[in-house]
């Protein structure tokens, strides 16, 4: 009976994803003016938005999303936010041309 | 108010080719960009398909420093989680029998984005396209119910007869103009990408041209790796999973589950021995219908490539696509100008045309991919599949821990308990092959029905394969 699986070499901890720092990892000029609405009234609280936001700027605060205040230095465009609320209670256009998310190596 | 021939909104690949395609048919071509260079705010792992060879003759002149040629794809199968170990792997160069030389030497080209935009979008200003960089669209302009120019993000405003929506996933021309709101949560993938930085040796002596290598297994999604001269993107989640599938899936975050599979035992080992470091994080919706959308034109508008909603539906490769669509939008906006008819009706020849082209075939039996890949996802069948492949290969070919015949005959009867599962595969392959070859494959068939029959299946035989 083989109790533990024997691996050879190195083991497998250390590298990897568990030290990505998304934040430090992203270059944003920051939009003067917003460019996400909530609109509270409309929320139904299915939390889609705080479960898809690759940034994490979404909470959820007495039964409803909350947006991040300080979103326009982390916001990568992506929109998710925007596609998955089924109540249609968040709208997304683009920020200003010239600022927002900066990818160099994509 | 500046008058223009054409304005093309969105400076990608869709975009530029479009803008390419008008100016060097001598045509006035305004090309507005949002982002302070083309290529800033695209995502995801880019590898440019052998199509783009096939079909734009200029594209033999890209030498770009960041191009590593991806001759041998990987499809590594792991593990459920938490192990996510090398389980079984399956990988290959091109096939031979392909019908076009490139697709017989490589798969694709991996390259950056910023670099391929930009080089793009220089042709079609050297053709004679003007290039308004940092210029976001909020408005269309119309005339007699017609989309007739933009309005500026400023209030400044430019005519034309006929505007290429080229402006991506999240197109703006597309919701101005009425033709779509917001794509809805099936429509679309969240894709997340980790670019590393790895010096040039170490990625030529590791991974060399296997520029492209997939992981999947029971409740991984595909993820993948994307190759260039030095570096690699690992990106996800991928082919299992539209946007409402993940939040159905009680809300695994598309980003959790890609930083889980980059620490997953086979891609830290990778890593390290690429020396590679963490360069940039990256998130992009994608496209990904099963059916071609047909709402991408209107009077004085066609929309091209994300914002059409054309990356084909099984890997969403989007950039052929809209370098293919942008330039039929160019070509159908010139014939229309001549005929000074740039109405509905008029630009419907866009639809008709894309439909008939290589960018519309490959929707066909796109439907049928995505459920196979659904089935596929399944952990149970594909645990089974994944032991079923192990038991076929290792027996037939590689053990040694058994006498030979043996291990042989284990493998057999591996494959009439997996009939089922695989007849569930042949079911949706075999109708999309006859849609598409539909004569030419009869006999081929026929061969196969026997071989069920003579098996005591009998499944290939039914349903719509006889349609």
Known sequence: MVSEKPRSGKDARGGGGSDIDRFALTEVVPSPRDFIFVDAERCTGCGNCVAICPMDLWRMRGGRAELAEGYRENCMECGSCYIACEAGAVDFTYPPGGTGVSYRYA | MRKFDLVVVGAGPGGSSAALAAAEAGMDVLLLERSRFPGEKNASGFALSTKAWRDFPFIADLDLP?????????????????EMEERFSISSGPSRRMGYPEARDFFTVGMLRREFDQWLADKARTAGATLMLESLVTGLRRESGRVA??????????AAPVVVGADGVLSATARLSGLREKWRPDQVISACAVDFEAPRERMDDVIHEAGFQ?????????????AYADGVHLGGPGVTNSLVSRLNRSHVKPA?????????PPTRRLLRALEARPREWQAHLLPWMDRMPTNIYTGGLMLVGDAAGLPEPLYAEGVWQAMYSGRLAAQVAMECLEEGDLSAASLARYLERLEESPVGKEFVGGAE???????LGDPRLSRELTEMAVDLTVNLFMSAQEPKAECVARALPVLAENLPALMEVARIYLPMILQVEGERLRGHLAV???????????????GDAEA
Request: glycine share 16%; aromatic share 10%; net charge neutral.
């Open chain 2, 214 to 226: 997939a992981y999947f297994g029971p409740g991984i999604g595909g993820n993948y790796l994307v």
């Open chain 2, 369 to 375: 991919l995505r459920r196979l890949f659904e089935i």
């Open chain 2, 256 to 264: 959790r589950e890609l930083l889980d599979t980059i620490a997953a």
């Open chain 2, 66 to 82: 960041s191009m590593r040629y991806n001759r041998f794809c990987v499809a590594h199968i792991l593990s459920p989680p938490p």
């Open chain 2, 448 to 462: 196969l029905k026997g071989l069920a029959a003579a098996l005591g299946g009998g499944a290939v035989g039914s």
């Open chain 2, 149 to 158: 120019g933009v309005v500026l993000e400023g209030g400044e405003e430019f």
